[in-house]
Structures are given as C-alpha cells and as structure tokens.
C-alpha cells in the first residue's frame, strides 16, 4: 500500500514521509535503502501498481493500485493479496495489470483523473 500512495506524491512529500517513518526491515525482502526505494517507486507508477513481494510478512504477496479525484490525488488503493506460493511473477504482472486497470475504472466513475501518470 505504501509505494502504490507514495508513488503518486510529489517527490518531496514521498522523501519526507520516508525520512520520517524510515524503511524499517520486516523481512529478508524489504526495501530499507533510500535509493533503492525511490528506484521502486518509479517503477511503480510506471506499471500502474505496487507490489509487495513478501517484504511486510513473509510467505504473503501484494498488489495494490491508486483510485484519483477530480483533483489528481490519490485518495484510495484497491489492494489484492494472497500466498507467495500462488503468485507467481507473470500472475502478479497479469492481476496488478487488471487492478490497476480496475481502479482506472473506479477513478472515472468517481469523476476522477490521474495528471500524472
């Protein structure tokens, strides 16, 4: 949930949140370098949508995508998660492609719009 919001933050508002939180270790995954992090988040924002590759609890992956106003924030996340064992890496690619574009779908409906991405 988190890189998918911070992806769509203006940079300074994502390092801040970073600075102030940190990148804490949960698993052997996590991100807890700065610039690796920021590497990611691009990458997210790209594609559409986060993923979390067993980085907040081991054994679970996730997938979440952001739902904009009328404004271009992001003011929801529609999230999917499920075992390691069942997503593989072209299923996490084809279920975040269909969220992310799911939650297009909910941000035009809602009379929203992404100026950003």
Do not use: N
Not at 19 to 34: H, V, Y
Not at 91 to 105: E, H, N, Q, Y
């Amino acid at each position: 949930l988190g890189k998918a919001f911070l992806a769509w933050q203006p940079a300074h508002t994502a390092l801040e949140i970073i600075r102030r939180i940190g990148l804490p270790g949960r698993t052997r995954t996590s991100i807890t370098q700065c610039g690796e992090f920021l590497k990611e988040l691009r990458a997210v924002r790209s594609r559409g949508y986060g993923e979390s590759r067993e980085e907040y609890h081991a054994g679970i992956k996730g997938l979440a995508a952001p739902v904009f106003d009328s404004a271009g924030k992001v003011v929801l996340l529609l999230t999917a998660a499920g075992l390691s064992q069942d997503l593989s890496p072209a299923k996490m690619k084809s279920r975040g492609t269909r969220l992310s574009a799911v939650a297009d779908d909910v941000t035009r409906a809602l009379g929203g719009t992404s100026l950003i991405r």
